[in-house]
């Protein structure tokens, strides 16, 4: 059975290029909904940024809009783990994380309150008996 060759990593400079083509589209990215509109547009705008990311770098190995897609999801579960990782060891919050977890929180600052109710229901339930 033959499949499709594996794509080379992501570089941190592509991953931050990533968020900076998203960050137009954020508020239709992050739209919760299944009506049909709104997948037709999200589609759209990630047809847009593939075509704008793979026009930067020339050097860069050509991505999907798909692989987009996931490497954009997988940034935004990072930076959740990331967050609550932080919490967990109390440490100076913000001087630790990563370079693509800031971009993430500027663009969607949920994230940081989601992270503080996940602690705080994790907290309550480590209290009932």
Known sequence: MV????????????KLDLLKLVKPYVKILEEHTNKHSVIVEKNRCWDIIAVNYNAIGVDRPPRTAQ???TLYKRLKEYAKQELLQQKETQSDFKSNISEPTKKVMEMIPQISSFCLVRDRNHIQSSLIP
């Open 3 to 14: 499949g499709k060759a594996r794509s080379s990593n992501f570089t941190l400079s592509e």
């Open 67 to 69: 692989g987009l897609r």
